[in-house]
């Protein structure tokens, strides 16, 4: 867990009386779990999903397929139409969406074990890649997840107040 980091997104949060909603995948639940760790967590989460699979993006997610057209898979601009399509869906502050391959074997789309984008949608809007070169899944999905959780924590800072 990513206590310190989740307490600082949540301190912030609170003060400015902002929201944020995630969609994530490979982190299978784990940015939702820390974000929801902090008591009073129900003053700025308003949900989220795994979206894991095609099936699940669709029910849960209203991803406007012009948006996507011509958008590579597992691709910063990806992942911030994720993030964008979550925050419209609970009309939040903040959008955070990740995608990725934590392994052991790498995506269908040819990228290898140990890769994820992660974006932040919202007043500073944010995304970066994660390489962490390994293909140990459980490690790839914190290493995933905390990234994740360290991109919003900067973005919130870095936001005036």
């Known amino acids: 867990m990513f206590t310190e980091i989740a ?3 949540a301190a912030l949060l609170i ?3 902002e929201t944020v909603a995630v969609a994530e995948s490979t982190t299978g639940g784990l940015i939702m779990a820390n974000l929801l760790s902090v008591p009073g967590a129900s003053a700025y989460f308003q949900g ?4 894991y ?3 699940s993006r669709r029910a849960f997610l209203d991803l406007e397929a012009e948006r996507l057209r011509g958008l590579e898979p597992l691709t910063e601009p990806m992942v911030a139409e994720f993030a964008r399509a979550a925050r ?3 009309a939040t502050t903040w959008g955070i969406a990740e995608l990725g ?3 052991p074997a790498g995506s ?9 984008v992660i974006a932040v949608a919202g007043p500073n809007p944010r995304t970066c890649t994660v390489l962490t070169h390994v293909n140990d899944r459980p490690a790839n999905m914190q290493a995933f997840a905390g990234a994740a959780l360290r991109l919003f924590r900067d973005a ?3 936001t005036s107040l």
């Open 53 to 55: 699979t095609l099936a």
């Open 156 to 158: 919130l800072l870095q």
């Open 108 to 116: 269908p789309y040819g990228h290898d074990a140990g890769t994820s």
């Open 88 to 90: 419209l869906k609970l």
């Open 48 to 51: 989220g999903s795994v979206v």
């Open 7 to 9: 307490g600082e997104i």
């Open 15 to 17: 003060e400015r009386n």
């Open 101 to 103: 391959a934590a392994g």
